[in-house]
């Protein structure tokens, strides 16, 4: 089994629509992150978490919201997804420095 | 200004050729550097860290320039495995929390 987990792996939804991105990990890290990936831009961290406890905001966290529900699981929010952020998420985690591993994305398209 | 800067690429090589590639990042108090590779639709994955003396691993040598703020990584003896997008990461606070992510070079190795 995979040690990072995303659901789903893609979406398509609406203008408006609230939608929730989820992320489990088996690997027993204290950091978790979300990053979104855009053709031409790279990864770009939207929140990132050191435990259940702390929330922090990244460098694109407008329009989206997170839940750290427990050690192993953070959750993305779009309250109310536009299209552009119609892109490709990745969970990541972390359990020393420099090394992160990824989820394998969720592919999310907004009409 | 982006934290990190890449030449998209792609870099079109035999297999069997050596090739470079570079990055250069903004923040001179990045204290940490890496290498990601990332296959076309799949999850980045740590290829190597960057130390300040240098580093190799089999075909594979980075290289840090603080005062040019650049990175390098070179590929020795390219295989048509090496096919990826290779991502330049960059942390200004020593790999813990929060990394800033080129937007990739894309290497393809041809028979």
């Known amino acids: 089994d995979a040690d990072v987990t995303q659901t789903p792996r893609n979406r398509i939804t609406k203008t408006g629509k609230r939608i929730m991105l989820e992320c489990s990990q088996t690997?027993?890290?204290?950091?978790m992150y979300w990053y979104r990936q855009d053709p031409g831009l790279g990864l770009r961290l939207i929140y990132y978490s050191f435990d259940v406890k702390d929330i922090n905001k990244g460098e694109i966290s407008d329009g989206y919201s997170v839940s750290r529900q427990a050690q192993a699981k953070f959750s993305l929010s779009l309250e109310s997804a536009i299209p552009n952020q119609t892109a490709l998420y990745f969970c990541?985690?972390?359990?020393?420095?420099?090394?992160?591993?990824f989820g394998p994305g969720t592919r999310l398209t907004v009409t | 200004r982006k934290e990190v800067e890449q030449d998209p690429g792609p870099f079109n090589v035999p297999e069997g050729a050596t090739v470079a590639f570079n990055c250069t990042y903004s923040?001179?108090?990045?204290?940490?550097f890496f290498w990601y590779r990332q296959d076309c639709r799949k999850e980045p994955k740590l290829l190597m860290s960057?130390?300040?003396s240098g580093n190799e691993d089999g075909r594979f040598t980075a290289q840090l320039n603080r005062a040019s703020q650049y990175i390098s990584l070179l590929i020795r003896d390219s295989k048509l495995s090496d096919s990826a997008t290779y991502l330049c990461?960059?942390?200004?606070?020593?790999?813990?929390?929060?990394?800033?992510f080129g937007s990739g070079t894309k290497l393809n190795v041809k028979p």
């Open positions: 960057v130390y300040s």
């Open positions: 923040n001179s108090a990045s204290q940490s």
């Open positions: 990541a985690t972390s359990g020393g420095p420099g090394e992160q591993y």
């Open positions: 990461v960059v942390s200004t606070d020593g790999g813990f929390n929060k990394f800033y």
């Open positions: 690997k027993g890290h204290d950091r």
